[in-house]
């Protein structure tokens, strides 16, 4: 059975109904194949795609992939997402995806309690704040954590994190 953390005191009931989506119905899937699974995260599947980051996050890794849905796209200033889509802004796109991922598969667990700056594979950092009940990431609270693949974690994360 897979391992999860509630990360909050109080955990709303669609949450809980995408933890268990997720970690029946994906049992033994990789990272792309879990989020295709999703609705939640067609925007994030179609940047993948279109980043041509599919097979790489595909591979064996292990990956640690902080996952906005859907709602977290929904954020960012109109246009946005529909611009890093387009063909000629592929290198920007892989660069915001690839911030998204750290190497290795890192659990709640591994962060609990503490705060630390972890290189991305973009090559820039974020910073990892487990203190406070909670986990974020940046500016983004991770909202589900440690939905595990066959080549390392995903947690969901309420918020796009963009590099510098």
């Known amino acids: 059975m897979n391992r999860r953390f509630a990360l909050k005191s109080t955990i ?7 933890i268990a989506a ?4 994906n049992q ?15 925007t994030l599947v179609a940047a993948v795609q279109a980043a041509g980051l599919v097979e790489t996050l595909k591979s064996e890794g292990p990956f640690t992939v902080f ?12 246009g946005t997402v ?4 387009l063909p000629e802004n592929k290198d920007q796109l892989v660069k915001v995806l690839t911030y998204h991922v750290i190497p290795g598969a890192v659990s709640a667990a591994d962060v609990t309690g503490a705060r630390t700056n972890v290189a991305t594979v973009q090559g820039q950092t974020i910073h990892v704040d487990g203190t406070g009940g909670g986990v974020k ?3 983004a609270n991770v909202t589900t954590a440690d939905i595990v693949a066959t080549n390392g974690v995903i947690h969901v994360i309420d918020t796009v994190l963009l590099p510098k």
């Open 28 to 42: 033994g899937g990789d990272i792309v194949d879990i989020a295709a699974s999703n609705e939640d995260f067609s």
């Open 22 to 25: 997720c970690t029946t119905a």
């Open 82 to 85: 529909d611009s890093l889509l």
């Open 137 to 139: 990431v940046n500016s």
């Open 12 to 18: 709303a009931a669609g949450a809980l109904a995408f």
């Open 67 to 78: 996952a906005p849905t859907n709602a977290a796209f929904a954020k960012l200033p109109a």
